[in-house]
């Protein structure tokens, strides 16, 4: 089964908008991640939060961890319209050893220009 | 340094034709995996590799084989296609240890008529 829940499953919002999607998870883990998929490619690496850790930014990227709720939102600042994708979360499960990367079913964010 | 490479990229297999995916990663890395992407869903895990010469299974094993015999190669395989496995295939690397960055290819896509 499926790790991760991410909510919207799809958002569309104007250029210039901030874009908030969330995650939510089963178990306790290591870390989790964010990923970024356009239409008809491979998944690109945006940002990993650690179990310890609560928030981290990166450029207009801003991800929060709540592990007592098991949640995370990843939250993307003055959108542009090459920020249009699909956003997935993954998390590493605790304890494990092999980095299985376990996906949740994704956030189509449309940025109309 | 080509990263994560994926062949073929497309394919179409009758019922019951066989076939085999080749994944070839060119950064040493010790863990491979295999996942599928079907619409509306986030990736699964099929198999994967903590190196070379070893394979273990993921989420949805059932239908597929895979082999590990060079580091840098990971071969999925398909005994008896079915419609059921028409998908989006994709590959992945990570040296290895938590927290470190998955590295995906840029897909597979098989129809099964």
């Known amino acids: 089964s499926q790790q991760g829940e991410e909510d919207p499953q799809a958002l569309s919002i104007q250029e210039g908008e901030n874009a908030t999607m969330n995650c939510s998870y089963k178990?306790?883990?290591?870390?989790l991640q964010w990923y970024r998929q356009n239409s008809g490619r491979g998944l690109v690496h945006l940002i990993l939060?650690?179990?310890?850790?609560r928030e981290k930014h990166s450029g207009r990227l801003r991800v929060t961890l709540d592990t007592s709720k098991k949640s995370s939102s990843l939250l993307i600042t003055a959108s542009r319209a090459a920020d249009t994708a699909s956003y997935f979360c993954?998390?590493?499960?605790?304890?494990?050893?092999?980095?299985?990367?376990?996906f949740g079913t994704g956030t189509l964010l449309a940025v109309q220009p | 340094n080509a990263g994560v490479t994926q062949t073929p990229k497309f394919r179409v297999l009758k019922t019951g034709q066989s076939m085999t995916l080749l994944c070839a990663q060119d950064m040493n890395h010790e863990y491979m995996y295999w996942y599928r992407q079907d619409p509306g869903m986030g990736l699964r895990l099929i198999h994967y590799?903590?190196?070379?010469?070893?394979?273990a299974k993921g989420e949805v094993p059932d239908g597929y084989n895979v082999s590990r015999l060079k580091k840098q190669n990971f071969l999925l395989g398909l005994e008896s296609a079915a419609p059921s496995q028409t998908s989006v295939y994709f590959c992945?690397?990570?040296?290895?240890?938590?927290?470190?960055?998955?590295?995906f290819g840029e897909g597979s896509w098989l129809t099964v008529v």
């Open positions: 178990t306790s883990i290591n870390n």
């Open positions: 993954a998390t590493d499960e605790e304890g494990g050893a092999t980095n299985k990367l376990i």
């Open positions: 590799s903590v190196g070379e010469g070893t394979t």
């Open positions: 992945a690397s990570i040296v290895g240890g938590p927290g470190n960055t998955i590295y």
């Open positions: 939060i650690r179990s310890n850790e």
